[in-house]
């Protein structure tokens, strides 16, 4: 039963790490000139300004609007302008366009942000006891919310920059990832009947549950991700003009793209180049390939002889080991090669593993009520899951039953490939 | 073990076969007229005589060529032209200029499929014992395969006379389809483990295999399709522009063509009327919806509060009827109500079923061996199952493992909906 | 003044010329299949059958409708199906779908043509006197609209045979062309104050009129049209690759379409060959150049140090030569060398010459009231000037005062290129 | 004869000039914030850093690099980067890819801008007597095109303000437009052989040369621009959908566009409302028209039963006016009624007049050599003279030959009606 005092104690905590998640976005901001703030480079991508003021109007949405009377709404068209994909919400400006908005400006915006950050603090402080359930709930989901834009943004200004001629570096004081060998063993999996998705206490969205009984067939996993010199393997074999390699949807879209590498590959003066947060650097053999999409994942599988992990094979084996790794903590902002050890590496942060698995609901799956049920549920279809964080991710904000989607052709996230083989009997 | 004999009458019945699957496409086409066979209204549709002379190239290109010797090829170019999408055949013309070709004529097609007819009754005549396993493989695909393409020529025909603003029917003389009200029940499903895929000595496709476990929840599905009248009903609660209803691509879809009912309803004179390959007809409330994508068919679900069935449920319960139904034997080609019964009614024929089941690889799947492996295996992306066959469908052609899948958006094949629902323990 | 006598040979005559140019038409058709007469290569083509009913349709809609009332409408759809543009009259199928129209089938379209050839004739016969000048003013611009279509008829065969993968030839037994060299030279065009324009009692379309006085600058034109070889020359002298040739819309154009030569120019073996109404011939060096856009003459004329005509120099320079040349009548239906001689060369015949005119109108003028004023005025933007005619164009429909007018970009007519040059003072 | 003296005059006048244009475009600069720097809303519109960087550059490209030996490149990369479409100088970083430059930063452009300045201050001052009259001349040409991106930068930043749906107004303080009602009257113009094209001793482009005679027919034209009063009747009598009004292209463009109005006009709340660069307000109905594109400047003239001007017509007509009227300086920044008198009024500023002439090539026209004769020859296709400068153009850089031109659908610049009319003989 929850006391007085819990409730306080939680509440002051609650305050605490509602203005660390906010802080820490502002801080990612640090690096950029005021001009960087409106770019958009491609409809995927958004404004690190846009992301600013967009996770600022969650909170005033779904937060200050339904449950603190007497607050103020910072400005009448910002809920037009920031709003993301909530139909529900009401109308919003179109997302192709949010790179064509130099007004509110970053001062403004971060005049929003301040608006809405004393009024979260005082509805946190202050709400009735009545309202606090549901405060709460929205309020973590707000948090992680947040988290993911976060992560979004490094991805985005990544691409925002890496798309200038000029190819300005995001910081220059970025850690070195490490870059040694480590062999590919096989780990076997569990075979037979296991359960995935989220159980107890902590918070997942809705999309990881229920916790549901799968039966997994038998399978190994490969205890580390693919490495750019592994793939340069497939890109000198031809791999991107052979058709028998891919999926037909991945071979059109190459077609139509000309893709011949991973997103931030550069071949200049015959050597590979890659392009990072840290600005451009020579390719490294041993860090693990990324920014490759589920098609290019694909086709190199198929191309080795194996296949990808499904996300229900990837769930019960990353039971194994700790959420543990390469996430944006460490200060690298790049994936790199693992420390050797025994068992599966690299299972958490570094890149974002595709799976085989199309992104869609688990049996008995209800979207939340509302239109905060929209956060996931309208998104399964189409989308392929991916599975463990990356190295642009807060570490508090990932879990082995997370569910990570995105479209078989994108690449400007930090996706990877982690391999798997069927076993026969 | 195999003697000489019992080869000798299994050539006998295999040239009965062929000539007959011949036959009945070229029947197929009977009410055509010349103009008829060269329109491609859409990217997806082909023309008739792209049929006729694919079907054809199948059995030349994978056949004839490599296992008769004295085979001379009909026309140089043919491969080219009638290569649908064997990448490791070979160059081809591009899809979507398929009606750009008034040559060769219907004439010369036909010229074509004799020329083929001969070769490869002589084949199956003649060809040695050694090769006689493979021929014997390949043309029970090739059969199979012409089956598909005969329910195409009918999706395909009906969309070119439903296109043109003059409405010619197909055929005056169709079989009436049945009309009458039965009442929606929910047969409760099999939970727990499970197997699905293809066992057993028949032909199946690849993607069929291999069985394997999986592993159901308490479910239900309703016993019969749903009907024009009950999707009247969203279509009148405004379903067409409640975004909370539809998945975020559909939605998206939706807006950038207008979609405001299945593909075939035509709102005139206040009466809704359904293009059918008997002609315009007033819209019938009892016959099942057909024409509608999955976004359709997922949207009505959610408006209903159900589900669409998983291709794993659907499979595990058409397992306790046979494979009988309104197929094209019937001579509708169109779907019909089904007559009141115990049980599941109408899995199979009528309508093809939207499954809730991206269209993905069974654990263990091996795609067949060279272009042959083309087939299904590379179009595991995207694309979401259906499942026991049509109005259209020869009844020879189905099976309780087939899977067949499009596009979500894809609505000219004769789609509709059976709901599902979760037990809840 | 005009007697009953006149009237009636007036009217016998007007019988016989519509009989014979109706007559043409299906002759023009004669060597098609059935399967041909459907096709559209492209949205500028259009299918023969369409133009078979488009200008019977012009005679049902501006003369047999609005002057002979016992007339019976042919079909209610047709006025849909075969208006090409004319607004005033009603809505219209689109343009780019004329292709998916298998029906109405070749011999209902032949049945509608007799249906509008017998009623024409008995409205030409009979039409009471009151309505006969306004009844032939528009049975004269029906005729001379219907040889446009001949034109049209022929340069869209052309290309629906020479996108066809099978090359097949419209004719095998024609004329060969004339293939010799003649030398270019120079001829003074009159300078200062002349007029152009239509006068006189032949037909002339509105656009040509009212005659008025322009004022020429100093100015010679070339004897005779530029030829393949000296196009070929401008190839091999990297033509298509050199941006400061070419107009900045013409070089963007270039770049989004690959050109790299005339339309029907094919590089086979390391030889070029030519797409002919005669099937696939070797490149003739001495034939003019053809099938050129507007960008690539004036590329060309840039690049050899020359400029296009405008349109008054060539009207008053072509006013010194008989309307005589390569027409449709020859026979050859393909441009041909002229046979040297004083004075200008293929000023009418072989192909239609670009001006450097923009297509406008002329001061003074007026379109026809109603729905024939939109033949030509509602075009007056964004087109360039071709004067001269073709030789797939009918002789009888050629004047100098005649106004072709297509977009810069166009090439499926028969194009062709005459130099000019500045004369300084 | 050039003495040491009148140089060194000269050359210090030059300085003056120079710094006076550049200083005038950074002050146009001013009210803006760091964020309106970097966008462009459609590829027509260029972001203001662009502008700023782009001129530099010109500077740089065709004075410094050639001239000024000691010259150092400011940038590498910036001659990529702000070549506009000097095909002959290299390669161009893509037109509609302007906007989603962060970097160069607007302090780093000023940086280039200043360097430049010094440079060019020094060739200006020190250049040798043998390179002065090159430079002279080159400079000139630099200066005017400073000032053609002056406007453009207004024109620009007045799209993107309006875009923005917050509506920022560029600045508050901004000359209230004179709208008051003056008559429209008729001005017999001159006919028969008159004179065009610019001659004498000024700056012009070569696009203005050489002076030539033209022929005038009998016409007379409109004493002032159309009102937006006057323009409104025309959509109220439903201008907007009626073809029979359009030129083909023009009602093809308005189908796919939904074009209703000009372009700023905005209908709120039953009150047409005018998006100016003070801000919205509400429509004045005895203010020109302005931001419309030929198109409708063409559409409204034929409802009027009107036409449009030829260019020779304006220009021999603008000769009786002085150049004088509502430009830049005026500080209106805005088009407004004339202030009543005899003969013709606002020929020059208010807004840019539509032509019916197409632009091109006067005859013996010759662009200048080199890169530099990129500037205007190159588009001398499928766009329309406008004439007269507009309430953005600076008044030193208009005069009666100007020749302005864009395509018939553009509406973003200051663009508007004057009417014309034939007089009967």
């Known amino acids: 039963m929850h006391t007085q005092q819990q409730s306080a104690s939680e509440r002051a905590e609650l305050i605490h790490s509602y203005q660390h998640v906010r ?9 950029l000139a005021v001009e960087d703030f409106g770019i958009q480079t491609t409809v995927e991508v958004s404004p690190p300004k846009w992301h600013l003021a967009h996770v ?15 607050y103020r709404e910072f400005h009448a068209q910002f809920g037009y302008l920031f709003n993301s994909y909530y139909q529900q919400v009401g109308t919003m400006h179109p997302r192709p366009e949010r790179g064509l908005l130099s007004r509110p400006t970053v001062a403004e915006v971060m005049d929003y942000r301040a608006h809405v950050d004393e009024a979260m603090c005082a509805l946190i402080d202050s709400a009735p006891a009545r309202d606090w359930p549901e405060i709460n709930r929205r309020l973590i989901i707000g948090l992680n919310h947040e988290q993911q834009h976060q992560e979004l943004l490094l991805t985005d ?54 916790r549901h009984t799968v039966w997994l067939q ?37 077609q139509q793209t000309g893709w011949q590498a991973p997103l931030y590959w550069l071949h ?9 947060l840290g600005g451009l ?22 191309w080795v002889g194996k296949r990808l992990p499904t996300e229900a094979e990837w769930e019960n084996a990353s039971n194994t080991v700790p959420v543990q790794g390469n996430f944006r903590t460490a200060d690298c902002l790049h994936p790199e090669s693992p420390i050797a050890a025994e068992g599966l ?22 979207a939340d009520a509302g239109a905060l049920g929209e956060y996931n549920g309208k998104f399964m279809c189409n989308q392929q899951v991916l599975r463990g964080g990356s190295c642009v991710t807060p570490q508090a904000h990932i879990r082995a039953s997370y569910r990570n989607f995105f479209y078989p052709q994108e690449r400007w996230q930090f996706m990877g490939v982690r391999l798997a083989e069927d076993v026969r009997g």
């Open 218 to 254: 038998p399978h190994r996993l490969a205890n580390r991700l693919v490495t750019n010199g592994e793939y340069l393997e497939f890109i000198r074999d031809e791999g991107y003009t052979r058709p028998e390699l891919w999926l037909a949807d991945g071979w059109y879209h190459l």
């Open 56 to 70: 600022s109007w969650f909170f005033e949405t779904f937060l200050l609007k339904p449950f603190r009377r007497e």
């Open 345 to 366: 590496l690299q299972m958490f942060g570094d890149c974002w593993e595709w799976t085989s698995s199309a992104y869609s609901a688990y049996p008995g799956y209800r």
């Open 157 to 210: 200004i990544k691409h925002i920059f890496s798309y200038n001629p000029l190819l300005p570096a995001y910081r220059g004081d970025l850690q070195v990832p490490r870059n040694r060998p480590v062999s590919m063993r096989w780990i076997d999996g569990k075979q037979g009947q296991v359960e995935i998705g989220h159980q107890g206490a902590g918070f997942a969205y809705d999309n990881e549950m229920p």
């Open 268 to 276: 200049r003066d015959e050597q590979w180049m890659e392009k990072t």
């Open 23 to 31: 802080v820490e976005t502002e801080q990612l901001c640090a690096p």
């Open 281 to 302: 650097r020579p390719l490294e053999l041993h860090l693990p390939v990324t920014h490759v999409s589920y098609y290019e994942a694909d086709a190199y599988a198929r």
